[in-house]
């Protein structure tokens, strides 16, 4: 068999949809930064891609190509490499090159196998945990041989579960132009760096995205951690959200655990850019806890913990109220179960535009009068709400 017949002999087991999963690697050229390419069927809008995953020494990306297509990157793809391993329904295959493309292929029947085309085999998890991710290991969640370290899994767990909230937002951010993102009290950044390898490195998308925290070292050590990764679309800057005043327009707005009124604040600017989608998780609340006052509650408010954990959730049900009331489709949904954090609350928000109805608004004033409440979050968006 010579190299143009081996060539066509692997995109006719493509065609014909049989593709389980390949491996194409060692590289002509020593120096090359793309180590490997792998090789999947997926089903995307309901047809057959094959998705490309590039390995670089640091970074994955992905590509989705259509079977119509495929042949064109098969070729590309040996005239960089010389070694293929893949297998087919009922076929496992290895093919060698030599420098001068001699082929050395070898075939051998297997067990008939059916393909499987969900987008991500392991469900409830969108990163695999038997995969390394160069990121996951720079932070310390993955050991350098890319298996989660034990004392890490939760946090994994919590990367994993933000990233399926990211990508049930997808639709609801624009599709042409750079996608302009801002995680607001980054601290650490595991998720800033989870958001931007889902939407970047896998999805492939245009964004920009923005860490702000006060906190000096940790904002140095997060953007030499990026520019380790090539991470060239994600910067890392020192500041108080309430002084960030550089944007006039951001697509999405994100928060975890950004202390008491902080978050009101991050929501507060969320709203004047016009975020598409915000995606919060409130943190420790003290505002509320020292407004609180109701006669008929007093049963309750009696007991500092119930009063707090009270004024807590009457935090977030207030929040999500207002962003309701300015255009907002808001829920609060379970972030993470109680086990791992108290504070698993999530406020997600897309914008819909939808005006309030009057009933609406004096279902608000009434719960807030009753608690005698005065929102930190109502007062800054007061022009908003009238
Ligand atoms: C509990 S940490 C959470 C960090 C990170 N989001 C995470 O989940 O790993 C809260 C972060 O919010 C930051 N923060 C609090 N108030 C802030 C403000 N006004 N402006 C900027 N950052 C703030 C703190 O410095 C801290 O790093």
């Known amino acids: 068999m010579d190299f143009s017949e081996m060539k066509q002999l692997l995109l006719e087991y493509l065609l014909k949809e049989e593709l389980i999963s390949a491996t194409i690697s060692q590289p002509r050229t020593k120096s090359s930064d793309l180590k490997r390419v792998k090789l999947k069927p997926i089903k995307l809008k309901g047809s057959y891609h094959v998705q490309l995953e590039y390995q670089f020494e640091r970074v994955l990306k992905h590509e989705n190509i259509p079977l119509s297509l495929i042949g064109n990157h098969l070729n590309n793809l040996f005239e960089q490499f010389r070694q293929f391993q893949g297998e087919f329904i009922s076929e496992k295959v290895h093919v060698q090159l030599s420098k001068k493309n001699k082929v050395l292929w070898k075939a051998e029947k297997t067990e008939k196998k059916t393909v499987n085309l969900a987008h991500n085999r392991k469900k409830n998890y969108l990163l695999d945990p038997e995969q390394p991710y160069p990121f996951l290991i720079r932070l310390g969640v993955q050991s350098p041989e890319g298996k989660v370290k034990k004392q890490k899994y939760d946090k994994f767990k919590q990367i994993n579960r933000f990233i399926e909230f990211i990508h049930d937002s997808l639709d609801y951010l624009p599709k042409n132009r750079t996608i302009r993102i801002l995680d607001f009290g980054s601290g650490k950044s595991y998720l800033t760096f989870a958001l931007y390898h889902y939407l970047k490195v896998e999805q492939g998308l245009d964004i920009r995205v923005t ?176």
């Open 211 to 386: 860490g702000l925290d006060l906190k000096k070292e940790v904002i140095e050590e997060c953007s030499k951690i990026a520019k380790d990764l090539q991470y060239g679309q994600l910067e890392f800057l020192v500041g108080d959200i309430n002084n960030y005043n550089n944007e006039t327009s951001v697509d999405m707005v994100v928060t975890l655990h950004a202390c008491d009124v902080a978050t009101d604040m991050a929501l507060a600017r969320a709203v004047k850019w016009g975020a598409r989608v915000i995606l919060s998780v409130p943190c420790c609340q003290h505002e509320l806890n020292r407004q609180l006052q109701s006669t008929p509650l007093d049963i309750m408010l009696q007991h500092g913990i119930i009063k707090e954990r009270f004024a807590a959730l009457a935090t977030d049900s207030i929040r999500a109220e207002i962003l309701n009331l300015v255009g907002y489709d808001a829920q609060l949904l379970e972030f993470i179960d109680m086990e791992h954090t108290p504070k698993n609350i999530l406020i997600r928000a897309y914008y819909t535009g939808k005006k309030p109805t009057i009933v609406q608004k004096a279902r608000y004033n009434a719960f807030t009068e009753f608690l005698s409440a005065k929102p930190f979050l109502e007062n800054e968006l007061k022009e908003y709400l009238d």
